[in-house]
């Protein structure tokens, strides 16, 4: 309800190519990259599932949005491993009762050479995809670090464009895998960004 006020508001309209519909009713693990704090906001305008969010604790001090995260998303502090064993312990329980994740898997907004994603991407949510046997769902957001920038809070409208790809099937992986999933992942968010760049000039 917020996505459907603020966007019309602040005049960004939102284009979202379904290369593949998620079934409500199914758990998945959603990755996308992560350029812009404009990603979290947009989010639950792209995909319509039932999801929690894996984010950096530091989220919860922000007025308001902070307090909604902290009490329907989990939380994880990188720089703690009680914290991401924590974090992980609560998002594969997630998946086992029928709750998708929504994961960024550069671990923050990183890049400094955009639309390049910023690399070695974290292994949770692979490890957890792979572990609960659940599709991995790519996702790209072409051009939300061109509305708000990384290190600002201003916004310059134009048409927010998102992908929503078909999903990688885990069925059979084991964590083995791990590098296999994180590299088909990147080959489809990234291959994807480069096109937009190179079809927009």
Request: hydrophobic share 40%; aromatic share 12%; glycine share 6%.
């Amino acid at each position: 309800m917020w996505g459907k006020f603020f966007f019309p508001i602040v005049g960004i309209p939102i284009k979202v190519e379904y290369e593949f519909e998620p079934d409500t009713k199914q758990a998945y693990v959603f990755c996308a990259n992560h350029f812009s704090y404009m990603d979290i906001a947009c989010m639950g305008m792209v995909i319509k599932n039932y999801y929690a969010f894996v984010g950096k604790a530091s989220i919860k001090n922000v007025p308001l949005f902070g307090y909604m995260f902290a009490k329907l998303h989990i939380q994880v502090d990188r720089n703690d491993k009680n914290s991401r064993v924590t974090s992980l312990t609560r998002s594969v329980r997630a998946l086992q009762s029928g709750r998708s994740i929504m994961i960024f898997p550069e671990g923050g907004i990183k890049s400094t050479n955009f639309p390049q994603m910023h690399l070695p991407l974290k292994d949770g949510a692979f490890v957890m995809a792979i572990q609960q046997q659940v599709p991995l769902v790519p996702i790209t957001f072409l051009n939300n670090y061109k509305i708000m920038h990384d290190n600002q809070f201003a916004v310059y409208p134009q048409t927010l464009r998102a992908v929503v790809h078909k999903p990688i099937e885990t069925k059979g992986m084991t964590q083995a895998d791990v590098d296999i999933l994180r590299q088909a992942f990147y080959d489809v968010v990234q291959v994807r960004l480069n096109k937009y760049e190179l079809e927009k000039g």
